[in-house]
Protein backbone atom coordinates (compact mmCIF):
# COMPACT_ATOMS: atom_id res chain seq x y z
CA UNK A 1 0.00 0.00 0.00
CA UNK A 2 1.70 3.34 -0.88
CA UNK A 3 -1.04 5.59 0.93
CA UNK A 4 0.62 7.12 3.55
CA UNK A 5 -1.28 8.81 6.34
CA UNK A 6 0.59 11.06 9.04
CA UNK A 7 -1.53 12.38 12.02
CA UNK A 8 1.33 13.09 14.08
CA UNK A 9 1.05 17.05 13.97
CA UNK A 10 -2.49 16.55 15.67
CA UNK A 11 -1.71 15.79 19.61
CA UNK A 12 -3.57 12.71 19.57
CA UNK A 13 -2.81 10.09 20.89
CA UNK A 14 -3.05 6.01 20.07
CA UNK A 15 -5.56 5.93 22.98
CA UNK A 16 -8.19 8.75 21.96
CA UNK A 17 -8.04 6.62 18.48
CA UNK A 18 -8.29 3.12 19.56
CA UNK A 19 -11.27 4.14 21.66
CA UNK A 20 -13.39 3.89 18.28
CA UNK A 21 -12.27 0.91 16.86
CA UNK A 22 -15.66 -0.74 17.14
CA UNK A 23 -17.37 2.23 15.24
CA UNK A 24 -14.91 1.55 12.82
CA UNK A 25 -15.05 -2.51 12.42
CA UNK A 26 -18.74 -2.02 12.42
CA UNK A 27 -18.27 0.58 9.04
CA UNK A 28 -16.07 -1.88 7.61
CA UNK A 29 -18.26 -4.65 8.52
CA UNK A 30 -21.50 -3.03 7.02
CA UNK A 31 -19.78 -1.76 4.00
CA UNK A 32 -18.40 -4.70 2.75
CA UNK A 33 -21.57 -6.69 3.75
CA UNK A 34 -23.75 -6.25 0.38
CA UNK A 35 -26.52 -5.39 2.25
CA UNK A 36 -26.34 -2.10 0.91
CA UNK A 37 -26.70 -1.65 -3.21
CA UNK A 38 -25.32 1.61 -2.73
CA UNK A 39 -21.83 -0.11 -1.53
CA UNK A 40 -21.14 -1.77 -5.02
CA UNK A 41 -18.18 -0.12 -5.17
CA UNK A 42 -16.31 -1.38 -2.25
CA UNK A 43 -15.71 -5.07 -4.47
CA UNK A 44 -16.31 -3.73 -7.44
CA UNK A 45 -11.77 -3.60 -8.00
CA UNK A 46 -12.38 -7.20 -7.09
CA UNK A 47 -15.71 -8.23 -9.23
CA UNK A 48 -15.06 -6.44 -12.39
CA UNK A 49 -16.48 -7.97 -15.64
CA UNK A 50 -13.18 -8.63 -17.80
CA UNK A 51 -15.45 -9.06 -20.89
CA UNK A 52 -17.00 -5.72 -19.99
CA UNK A 53 -13.71 -4.24 -19.45
CA UNK A 54 -12.23 -5.20 -22.95
CA UNK A 55 -15.30 -4.18 -24.50
CA UNK A 56 -14.94 -0.91 -23.14
CA UNK A 57 -11.12 -0.91 -23.76
CA UNK A 58 -12.59 -1.03 -27.58
CA UNK A 59 -14.98 1.40 -27.68
CA UNK A 60 -12.31 3.81 -26.31
CA UNK A 61 -9.88 3.24 -28.70
CA UNK A 62 -12.25 3.28 -31.29
CA UNK A 63 -13.42 6.87 -29.97
CA UNK A 64 -9.52 7.66 -29.58
CA UNK A 65 -8.67 7.11 -33.40
CA UNK A 66 -11.88 9.04 -34.54
CA UNK A 67 -11.40 12.30 -33.00
CA UNK A 68 -8.92 15.11 -31.54
CA UNK A 69 -10.74 16.66 -28.88
CA UNK A 70 -13.03 14.31 -26.66
CA UNK A 71 -15.98 16.90 -25.24
CA UNK A 72 -17.62 15.32 -21.88
CA UNK A 73 -20.25 16.99 -20.65
CA UNK A 74 -21.78 16.59 -17.02
CA UNK A 75 -22.04 18.50 -13.97
CA UNK A 76 -21.95 16.07 -10.48
CA UNK A 77 -19.93 13.83 -8.65
CA UNK A 78 -19.34 11.61 -11.12
CA UNK A 79 -18.16 13.95 -13.72
CA UNK A 80 -16.18 15.59 -11.05
CA UNK A 81 -13.95 12.45 -10.23
CA UNK A 82 -13.28 11.92 -13.90
CA UNK A 83 -12.08 14.93 -14.45
CA UNK A 84 -10.00 15.00 -11.36
CA UNK A 85 -8.62 11.49 -12.62
CA UNK A 86 -7.70 13.08 -15.81
CA UNK A 87 -6.53 15.89 -15.09
CA UNK A 88 -4.34 14.52 -11.81
CA UNK A 89 -1.90 12.46 -14.07
CA UNK A 90 -2.59 14.26 -16.64
CA UNK A 91 0.40 12.60 -18.88
CA UNK A 92 -0.17 13.87 -22.43
CA UNK A 93 -0.09 10.22 -24.51
CA UNK A 94 0.42 11.38 -28.97
CA UNK A 95 -2.45 8.51 -29.47
CA UNK A 96 -5.32 10.17 -27.26
CA UNK A 97 -7.22 13.18 -28.30
CA UNK A 98 -7.20 16.49 -26.04
CA UNK A 99 -10.03 16.75 -23.52
CA UNK A 100 -12.58 18.89 -23.14
CA UNK A 101 -15.04 19.79 -20.13
CA UNK A 102 -18.22 21.36 -19.91
CA UNK A 103 -21.33 21.98 -17.96
CA UNK A 104 -20.39 22.92 -14.32
CA UNK A 105 -22.49 25.74 -14.66
CA UNK A 106 -24.10 27.86 -18.01
CA UNK A 107 -22.03 30.33 -19.39
CA UNK A 108 -22.27 32.02 -22.91
CA UNK A 109 -18.45 32.85 -23.14
CA UNK A 110 -17.58 29.36 -22.02
CA UNK A 111 -19.74 27.57 -24.67
CA UNK A 112 -18.36 30.07 -27.29
CA UNK A 113 -14.87 29.05 -26.75
CA UNK A 114 -15.54 25.08 -26.61
CA UNK A 115 -17.25 25.18 -29.76
CA UNK A 116 -14.99 27.68 -31.40
CA UNK A 117 -12.12 25.33 -30.32
CA UNK A 118 -14.25 22.13 -31.67
CA UNK A 119 -13.99 23.59 -35.29
CA UNK A 120 -9.98 22.77 -35.01
CA UNK A 121 -10.48 18.65 -34.37
CA UNK A 122 -12.70 16.32 -35.24
CA UNK A 123 -14.69 15.69 -32.10
CA UNK A 124 -16.58 12.80 -30.04
CA UNK A 125 -19.01 13.98 -27.67
CA UNK A 126 -19.75 12.26 -24.09
CA UNK A 127 -22.66 13.38 -22.11
CA UNK A 128 -23.06 12.26 -17.91
CA UNK A 129 -26.44 12.38 -16.18
CA UNK A 130 -27.56 9.59 -13.66
CA UNK A 131 -30.82 11.14 -13.77
CA UNK A 132 -30.70 12.54 -17.10
CA UNK A 133 -32.73 15.57 -15.71
CA UNK A 134 -30.03 17.77 -14.69
CA UNK A 135 -30.72 20.86 -16.48
CA UNK A 136 -27.23 22.18 -17.15
CA UNK A 137 -26.09 18.86 -18.38
CA UNK A 138 -29.09 19.13 -20.74
CA UNK A 139 -28.90 22.97 -21.58
CA UNK A 140 -25.05 21.86 -22.35
CA UNK A 141 -25.79 19.16 -24.38
CA UNK A 142 -28.61 20.80 -26.44
CA UNK A 143 -26.02 23.52 -27.74
CA UNK A 144 -23.15 21.25 -28.37
CA UNK A 145 -25.20 18.86 -30.31
CA UNK A 146 -26.49 21.65 -32.31
CA UNK A 147 -23.47 21.93 -33.36
CA UNK A 148 -22.70 18.44 -33.67
CA UNK A 149 -25.39 17.77 -36.28
CA UNK A 150 -24.57 21.28 -37.96
CA UNK A 151 -21.43 20.10 -38.93
CA UNK A 152 -21.48 16.16 -39.29
CA UNK A 153 -24.98 15.51 -40.49
CA UNK A 154 -27.74 13.45 -39.19
CA UNK A 155 -26.22 10.20 -39.91
CA UNK A 156 -22.72 10.57 -38.52
CA UNK A 157 -23.51 13.13 -35.65
CA UNK A 158 -25.23 10.39 -33.50
CA UNK A 159 -22.21 7.86 -33.97
CA UNK A 160 -19.88 10.88 -32.31
CA UNK A 161 -22.70 11.41 -29.38
CA UNK A 162 -22.34 9.11 -26.26
CA UNK A 163 -25.00 9.18 -23.47
CA UNK A 164 -24.24 8.13 -20.19
CA UNK A 165 -27.38 7.59 -18.01
CA UNK A 166 -29.77 5.80 -15.32
CA UNK A 167 -32.35 3.02 -16.56
CA UNK A 168 -36.07 4.32 -16.99
CA UNK A 169 -37.43 7.42 -18.66
CA UNK A 170 -35.96 11.05 -18.72
CA UNK A 171 -35.20 14.30 -20.20
CA UNK A 172 -31.51 13.47 -21.44
CA UNK A 173 -32.84 9.70 -22.46
CA UNK A 174 -35.59 11.12 -24.50
CA UNK A 175 -33.60 13.17 -26.30
CA UNK A 176 -31.40 11.12 -26.97
CA UNK A 177 -33.25 8.31 -28.69
CA UNK A 178 -35.06 11.09 -30.67
CA UNK A 179 -31.35 12.52 -31.80
CA UNK A 180 -30.72 8.24 -32.59
CA UNK A 181 -27.12 8.73 -29.87
CA UNK A 182 -25.78 5.95 -28.50
CA UNK A 183 -27.28 5.13 -24.46
CA UNK A 184 -24.82 3.91 -22.23
CA UNK A 185 -26.53 2.41 -18.62
CA UNK A 186 -25.26 4.31 -15.40
CA UNK A 187 -26.57 1.59 -12.53
CA UNK A 188 -28.39 3.35 -9.89
CA UNK A 189 -26.22 1.94 -7.33
CA UNK A 190 -23.60 4.09 -7.68
CA UNK A 191 -24.44 7.65 -5.81
CA UNK A 192 -23.05 10.91 -6.64
CA UNK A 193 -19.14 11.02 -5.93
CA UNK A 194 -18.75 7.39 -5.30
CA UNK A 195 -19.50 6.67 -9.08
CA UNK A 196 -15.50 7.51 -9.69
CA UNK A 197 -14.45 3.72 -10.42
CA UNK A 198 -17.89 2.79 -12.03
CA UNK A 199 -17.39 1.93 -15.74
CA UNK A 200 -19.33 5.16 -16.77
CA UNK A 201 -16.67 7.00 -15.43
CA UNK A 202 -13.88 4.53 -16.36
CA UNK A 203 -15.09 4.95 -20.14
CA UNK A 204 -14.38 8.66 -20.24
CA UNK A 205 -10.91 8.19 -18.18
CA UNK A 206 -9.77 5.22 -20.79
CA UNK A 207 -10.64 7.42 -23.80
CA UNK A 208 -8.08 10.31 -22.46
CA UNK A 209 -5.87 7.48 -22.16
CA UNK A 210 -5.37 6.55 -18.42
CA UNK A 211 -4.53 2.51 -17.94
CA UNK A 212 -7.60 1.90 -16.17
CA UNK A 213 -6.20 -1.88 -15.74
CA UNK A 214 -3.70 -0.04 -12.89
CA UNK A 215 -6.36 2.22 -11.91
CA UNK A 216 -8.41 -0.58 -10.89
CA UNK A 217 -5.46 -2.85 -9.57
CA UNK A 218 -4.48 -0.14 -7.04
CA UNK A 219 -7.99 0.28 -6.08
CA UNK A 220 -7.97 -3.75 -5.33
CA UNK A 221 -4.25 -3.47 -3.36
CA UNK A 222 -5.81 -1.31 -1.05
CA UNK A 223 -9.38 -2.90 -0.76
CA UNK A 224 -7.13 -6.28 0.25
CA UNK A 225 -4.45 -4.26 2.31
CA UNK A 226 -4.73 -5.31 6.04
CA UNK A 227 -3.08 -2.01 6.87
CA UNK A 228 -5.73 0.45 4.48
CA UNK A 229 -8.95 -0.28 7.45
CA UNK A 230 -6.19 1.08 9.99
CA UNK A 231 -5.09 4.00 8.43
CA UNK A 232 -8.52 4.87 6.64
CA UNK A 233 -10.42 4.71 10.08
CA UNK A 234 -7.72 6.30 11.88
CA UNK A 235 -8.03 9.12 9.21
CA UNK A 236 -11.81 9.15 9.76
CA UNK A 237 -11.80 8.68 13.27
CA UNK A 238 -9.78 11.65 13.45
CA UNK A 239 -11.77 13.87 11.46
CA UNK A 240 -14.51 13.18 14.43
CA UNK A 241 -12.07 13.63 17.14
CA UNK A 242 -10.82 17.32 15.68
CA UNK A 243 -14.58 18.11 14.82
CA UNK A 244 -15.42 17.56 18.71
CA UNK A 245 -12.83 19.88 19.43
CA UNK A 246 -14.77 22.51 18.05
CA UNK A 247 -12.74 22.17 14.47
CA UNK A 248 -15.74 22.83 11.91
CA UNK A 249 -13.37 23.36 8.79
CA UNK A 250 -11.06 20.80 7.20
CA UNK A 251 -8.91 22.36 4.25
CA UNK A 252 -7.98 20.02 1.63
CA UNK A 253 -4.70 21.69 0.86
CA UNK A 254 -2.03 21.20 -2.07
CA UNK A 255 0.30 22.68 -3.62
CA UNK A 256 0.81 21.10 -7.40
CA UNK A 257 -1.74 22.61 -9.62
CA UNK A 258 -2.84 18.93 -11.22
CA UNK A 259 -4.58 18.08 -7.99
CA UNK A 260 -7.40 21.29 -7.84
CA UNK A 261 -10.16 18.97 -9.73
CA UNK A 262 -8.54 16.19 -7.46
CA UNK A 263 -8.69 18.41 -3.65
CA UNK A 264 -12.21 19.35 -5.33
CA UNK A 265 -13.58 16.01 -5.75
CA UNK A 266 -12.55 15.14 -2.18
CA UNK A 267 -13.74 17.84 -0.90
CA UNK A 268 -17.41 17.48 -2.44
CA UNK A 269 -17.21 13.22 -1.42
CA UNK A 270 -16.41 14.45 2.12
CA UNK A 271 -19.53 16.58 2.67
CA UNK A 272 -22.05 14.45 0.49
CA UNK A 273 -21.10 11.76 3.46
CA UNK A 274 -20.86 13.09 6.32
CA UNK A 275 -22.66 16.78 6.39
CA UNK A 276 -26.30 15.69 6.92
CA UNK A 277 -28.82 16.37 9.80
CA UNK A 278 -26.49 19.39 11.11
CA UNK A 279 -23.42 16.68 11.41
CA UNK A 280 -20.24 16.94 10.07
CA UNK A 281 -17.47 19.06 8.62
CA UNK A 282 -17.46 21.89 6.05
CA UNK A 283 -14.60 21.00 3.95
CA UNK A 284 -12.96 23.38 1.53
CA UNK A 285 -9.57 23.50 -0.84
CA UNK A 286 -6.31 25.50 -0.73
CA UNK A 287 -3.71 25.92 -3.67
CA UNK A 288 -0.96 26.63 -1.56
CA UNK A 289 0.86 28.73 -4.09
CA UNK A 290 -1.95 30.61 -5.36
CA UNK A 291 -4.01 31.20 -2.24
CA UNK A 292 -1.37 31.76 0.28
CA UNK A 293 -1.19 35.16 0.38
CA UNK A 294 -4.97 35.62 1.16
CA UNK A 295 -5.81 33.15 3.29
CA UNK A 296 -2.38 32.57 4.86
CA UNK A 297 -2.86 35.77 6.94
CA UNK A 298 -6.26 34.24 8.08
CA UNK A 299 -4.61 31.01 9.13
CA UNK A 300 -2.08 32.85 11.14
CA UNK A 301 -4.42 34.42 13.10
CA UNK A 302 -5.10 30.79 15.20
CA UNK A 303 -8.32 30.66 14.31
CA UNK A 304 -9.53 27.33 15.87
CA UNK A 305 -12.54 26.27 13.70
CA UNK A 306 -9.92 24.62 10.80
CA UNK A 307 -7.95 22.19 10.52
CA UNK A 308 -5.62 21.30 7.50
CA UNK A 309 -5.29 18.22 5.00
CA UNK A 310 -2.83 18.30 2.88
CA UNK A 311 -2.60 15.67 -0.10
CA UNK A 312 1.08 15.27 -1.61
CA UNK A 313 2.71 13.38 -4.26
CA UNK A 314 6.41 13.18 -3.55
CA UNK A 315 7.71 12.60 -7.22
CA UNK A 316 6.30 14.91 -10.48
CA UNK A 317 5.16 12.51 -13.05
CA UNK A 318 7.90 14.93 -15.10
CA UNK A 319 10.04 17.69 -14.34
CA UNK A 320 12.33 20.33 -15.58
CA UNK A 321 16.01 20.81 -14.55
CA UNK A 322 16.39 24.61 -12.99
CA UNK A 323 18.84 27.23 -14.30
CA UNK A 324 22.41 26.78 -12.69
CA UNK A 325 21.90 30.10 -10.71
CA UNK A 326 18.35 29.36 -9.16
CA UNK A 327 20.13 25.41 -8.18
CA UNK A 328 23.16 27.45 -6.80
CA UNK A 329 20.98 30.13 -4.45
CA UNK A 330 18.24 27.51 -3.60
CA UNK A 331 19.82 23.53 -3.90
CA UNK A 332 17.09 22.08 -5.70
CA UNK A 333 17.79 21.05 -9.34
CA UNK A 334 14.37 20.70 -10.10
CA UNK A 335 10.73 22.85 -10.75
CA UNK A 336 9.27 19.86 -8.51
CA UNK A 337 12.15 20.34 -5.46
CA UNK A 338 11.90 23.67 -5.86
CA UNK A 339 7.85 23.45 -5.52
CA UNK A 340 8.90 21.64 -2.23
CA UNK A 341 10.91 24.29 -0.81
CA UNK A 342 8.44 27.23 -1.36
CA UNK A 343 5.49 24.86 -0.09
CA UNK A 344 7.31 24.40 3.10
CA UNK A 345 8.48 27.85 3.60
CA UNK A 346 4.77 29.05 3.11
CA UNK A 347 3.48 26.48 5.95
CA UNK A 348 6.23 27.28 8.26
CA UNK A 349 5.13 31.69 7.24
CA UNK A 350 1.64 30.62 9.17
CA UNK A 351 1.36 26.89 10.88
CA UNK A 352 2.36 27.48 14.41
CA UNK A 353 2.65 24.44 17.61
CA UNK A 354 -0.82 24.85 17.76
CA UNK A 355 -1.73 23.94 14.19
CA UNK A 356 -3.34 20.65 13.22
CA UNK A 357 -2.64 19.49 10.49
CA UNK A 358 -2.84 15.90 8.48
CA UNK A 359 -0.53 14.35 5.66
CA UNK A 360 -1.61 12.30 2.96
CA UNK A 361 0.85 11.17 0.52
CA UNK A 362 1.65 8.83 -2.32
CA UNK A 363 4.86 8.52 -3.59
CA UNK A 364 3.42 9.20 -7.30
CA UNK A 365 0.56 10.34 -9.53
CA UNK A 366 -0.33 7.47 -11.97
CA UNK A 367 -3.16 5.21 -12.01
CA UNK A 368 -2.06 2.58 -9.73
CA UNK A 369 -1.23 5.04 -6.97
CA UNK A 370 -4.46 6.95 -8.03
CA UNK A 371 -6.37 4.07 -7.73
CA UNK A 372 -5.34 3.02 -3.98
CA UNK A 373 -5.70 7.12 -3.33
CA UNK A 374 -9.55 7.13 -4.84
CA UNK A 375 -10.40 3.85 -2.47
CA UNK A 376 -8.71 4.91 0.37
CA UNK A 377 -10.75 8.25 0.57
CA UNK A 378 -14.01 6.26 -0.55
CA UNK A 379 -13.69 4.23 2.40
CA UNK A 380 -12.86 7.12 4.74
CA UNK A 381 -15.63 8.82 4.03
CA UNK A 382 -18.05 5.99 3.92
CA UNK A 383 -16.32 5.29 7.66
CA UNK A 384 -16.21 9.25 8.60
CA UNK A 385 -20.01 9.02 7.59
CA UNK A 386 -20.79 6.15 10.46
CA UNK A 387 -18.85 8.30 13.02
CA UNK A 388 -21.13 11.08 12.98
CA UNK A 389 -24.27 8.77 12.64
CA UNK A 390 -25.39 9.57 8.72
CA UNK A 391 -25.69 7.55 5.99
CA UNK A 392 -23.01 8.17 3.66
CA UNK A 393 -25.55 7.56 0.47
CA UNK A 394 -28.64 9.37 1.37
CA UNK A 395 -29.18 12.31 -1.07
CA UNK A 396 -32.86 13.46 -0.17
CA UNK A 397 -31.98 16.70 -0.09
CA UNK A 398 -30.22 16.65 -3.57
CA UNK A 399 -33.25 14.51 -5.24
CA UNK A 400 -35.37 17.80 -4.04
CA UNK A 401 -32.93 20.14 -5.70
CA UNK A 402 -33.54 17.98 -8.98
CA UNK A 403 -37.11 17.96 -8.85
CA UNK A 404 -36.75 21.76 -7.83
CA UNK A 405 -34.48 22.32 -11.26
CA UNK A 406 -36.73 20.17 -13.44
CA UNK A 407 -36.91 23.31 -15.43
CA UNK A 408 -37.50 21.12 -18.99
CA UNK A 409 -40.15 19.03 -18.18
Request: overall charge negative; charged content about 30%; proline content about 4%.
Given at each position: MNVKVDLSNLGLDEKELSAYQKNVDDAIDELWSDKNPHTQWVKLPMRVNREELEEMFTTAIAAQDSCGLFVVIGNGGSYLGIKAAIEAIGEKIATVPEVEFIGEGICGNDFARVVERMRHYEVNVCVI????????????????????????????????????????????????????????????????????????????????????????????????????????????????LLNDRGKLVEIFQYSQ????????????????????????????????????????????????????????????????????????????????ELNRVI????????????????????????????GQLIYFFLMSASISAHMFGVDPFERSLIDRFKEKLNIFK
Open positions: SKSGETPETIASYQVIKEYMFNRYGNEVAPKRIMIMTGEGESTLRDLAEKDGCGIFKISKDYSGNYGILSPASLFPMAVAGIEIDRLLSGAEVMATDTAWDIDAGNYAVARKPNLESLALWISHLFMESDSKNGKGIYTTTMNLSRDFKAKGQFMKGETPAFYETEIYVDEPTDDIKLPKDIIDKTESDTFGAEKMKEAYRTEESDSIKIEIPKMDAFNL
